[in-house]
């Protein structure tokens, strides 16, 4: 079975910066797409970023580009999230998971942006 595990979550002041780190276990995922989720309080769970299997080519929501990055490291199954210019309204937890998402989901990790 897959497991994610995501890291790297905090407190961050409007204006900083997080790293947030993704290690998947149970399968190989150097050819699969992988993404970025986030669930803020009320609000259900949306796509943030994905990075695909060959290539790399990524993609972002329009709300993040320009501020976030994402990259994965094939060889050791991880994958991050560069998250600059945090805004109070990314507060939220975040996930990785496949791309199309997969069950069952981690535990995500907490971000939390004060203005």
């Known amino acids: 079975q897959v497991q994610w595990v995501e890291s790297g979550g905090g407190l961050v002041q409007t204006g900083g910066s997080l790293r947030l780190s993704c290690a998947a276990s149970?399968?190989?995922?150097?050819?699969?797409?992988m993404g970025w989720y986030r669930q803020a309080p009320g609000k259900e769970r949306e796509f943030v970023a994905v990075?695909?299997?060959?290539?790399?080519?990524?993609n972002y929501v329009d709300s993040v580009k320009g501020r976030f990055t994402i990259s994965r490291d094939s060889a050791k199954n991880m994958m991050y999230l560069q998250m600059n210019s945090l805004k109070p309204e990314d507060t939220a937890v975040y996930y990785c998971?496949?791309?199309?998402?997969?069950?069952?989901w981690g535990q995500g990790t907490q971000v939390t942006v004060s203005s």
């Open positions: 998971n496949a791309s199309p998402p997969q069950r069952p």
């Open positions: 149970g399968r190989t995922f150097s050819m699969y797409n």
């Open positions: 990075i695909r299997g060959a290539g790399g080519i990524t």
